[in-house]
């Protein structure tokens, strides 16, 4: 009696399914591990990466990893399946990715600052309801934590009204779906100008969530930076141009990028 009821409450601390796969391990299995860092190597390290179409106002974003694999699957059940240990992966891949907006220019050629904020994007209140949880806040607080000079998580955003679920719409019906849907939490207005943001989002795919987060922002006088993301269904990706050193051509990359603010105009 007592060992059974001993382990069914060992079994609510601690995981005992691989939290991508599902084969008996804690957190993530000796597979999923390999899987994963195979997964990282293939994507080359933090790397800029750029939507297709690239949106208008895009604040630009570092993500470590294709949405893909492993890495999706990690996203998903840490936020819908509520396994929290998935946190113990995702955020040193997050740290990885602000590290990565720091260590030297981005496809603009500006070089950035240590942001004053790190804002996550905002949860729906269905989502927050559902999960019990505000599931990119929590991991964005693991993740700063694992940084050699933390930086604050402002969680700043909201969402100011309801929006259509985001999958499969494509980027344009993203877009008008999202336009003018985030907004800074009363509490906030009036207090943010000249804070350097840094967004932060599990995934990009279109980038019309961290366009109209950088717009909310932009309005109440802070300055986003960039931002970062754990995966990306980038299409077109950038190394972090290293000294001298030229990034690969892409169609339309000639042109300077303005960030919100105006302030890394290139
Ligand atoms: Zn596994």
């Known amino acids: ?51 297709d179409p690239e949106p208008a106002g895009w604040p630009g974003c570092v993500a470590v990893t294709a949405y893909e694999g492993v890495a999706r699957t990690l996203v998903a059940t840490f936020k819908d399946d509520d396994r929290r240990d998935a ?20 496809p603009d050629g500006a070089v950035h600052d240590t942001p004053t904020a790190l804002v996550p994007a905002p949860t729906s209140r269905a989502a927050r309801r559902r999960r019990g949880r505000d599931s990119l806040a929590e991991l964005t607080r693991a993740a700063t934590e694992l940084l050699p000079d933390p930086v604050p998580v402002a969680r700043v955003l909201a969402q100011s009204r309801r929006v259509s679920d985001q999958a499969g719409l494509g980027a344009a019906a993203r877009m008008t779906n999202l336009a003018g849907a985030v907004t800074v939490r009363r509490a906030h207005r009036g207090h943010l100008a000249g804070l350097r943001c840094l967004l932060v989002d599990d995934v990009v795919t279109t980038g019309a969530t961290l366009v109209e987060c950088a717009r909310a922002l932009g309005q109440e006088g802070a300055v986003v930076i960039g931002a970062v993301a754990v995966c990306a269904t980038q299409r077109r ?5 290293a000294d001298g050193a030229r990034p690969p051509e892409t169609s339309g990359s000639s042109r300077p990028r303005l960030n919100v603010g105006g302030e890394l105009a290139a």
Do not use: E, K
Request: with cysteine.
């Open 1 to 51: 009696m007592l060992p059974s009821i001993v382990r069914v409450v060992a079994d609510l601390v601690l995981p005992v399914s691989c939290a991508a796969c599902g084969a008996p391990a804690r957190s993530l299995c000796d597979a999923c591990s390999t899987d994963l860092l195979a997964q990282l190597v293939r994507f080359g390290g933090p790397t800029w990466v750029t939507p």
């Open 87 to 106: 946190r113990a992966v995702l955020a040193p891949l997050l740290a990885a990715a602000v590290a990565g907006v720091l260590s030297g220019p981005g």
């Open 237 to 241: 990706a950038r190394r972090p141009a």
